[in-house]
């Protein structure tokens, strides 16, 4: 017999939130001490869910692990897209996409933790924020902006110098976090080819107004 389609919306929502509720419970794992050694029945409770539940949506843990840092990575970027997308200049891009990181340690603290406590080839994964990453980079080298010559190291530059700036947040939380990031993105425009004067003016832009 055929399910309804009622039954079978019900079911596929029942089914997507309980997956969300076992990536929530990993983000929650991950901001909190990143140790990824908490055992599934751990998890399950955590989220609320039965056992038998998490081999429905995961082959195991490192699978729900890698969903939820990609979960955190997508709810990262698409908070700096809204802020930046109506900036033309992928120097500016890069400058602001640094800066207003610093500025989202303190309204998405959780999102920051699960960066700072993953493992760097999982920040650097093909979703999130790599992909905008890459498009401001390569835009900037064919345009000229730039003058780097390899985009894979100007990418792992920026990922790098991004992983810095959260270590110094979650670190040292009395440090200046604006002036921290305004610094690092003079010296990363400078990396990718800006002249130092103008790497310090495009820095210290103001970044744009919250929509």
Request: some cysteine; aromatic content about 6%.
């Amino acid at each position: 017999m055929q399910m309804s389609d009622s039954r079978r919306n019900r079911f596929e929502r029942r089914r997507s939130e309980t997956r969300q509720a076992l990536v929530r419970a990993a983000r929650q794992i991950l901001a909190e001490s990143g140790d990824t050694s908490a055992s599934i029945r751990v998890i399950a409770e955590r989220a609320d869910v039965g056992f038998g539940s998490f081999y429905n949506h995961f082959t195991g843990k490192p699978d729900l692990f890698d969903a939820a840092v990609a979960d955190a990575l997508q709810e990262y970027a698409q908070a700096v897209t809204e802020r930046l997308h109506r900036l033309d200049d992928p120097a500016e891009r890069v400058a602001g996409g640094v800066r207003f990181s610093a500025r989202l340690a303190a309204s998405h603290p959780e999102i920051m933790r699960i960066l700072c406590h993953s493992e760097f080839d999982r920040l650097c994964a093909g979703h999130g924020l790599a992909p905008r990453a890459k498009r401001d980079v390569e835009q900037g080298m064919a345009s000229g902006r730039f003058t780097v010559v390899d985009p894979f190291v100007a990418l792992t530059a920026l990922n790098g110098s991004l992983l810095a700036l959260l270590e110094l947040w979650l670190n040292q939380p009395e440090a200046d976090s604006d002036q921290a990031a305004g610094t690092m993105a003079e010296m990363l425009l400078h990396i990718l080819g800006l002249p130092l004067d103008e790497a310090r003016e495009v820095a210290s832009r103001p970044l744009p107004a919250a929509v």
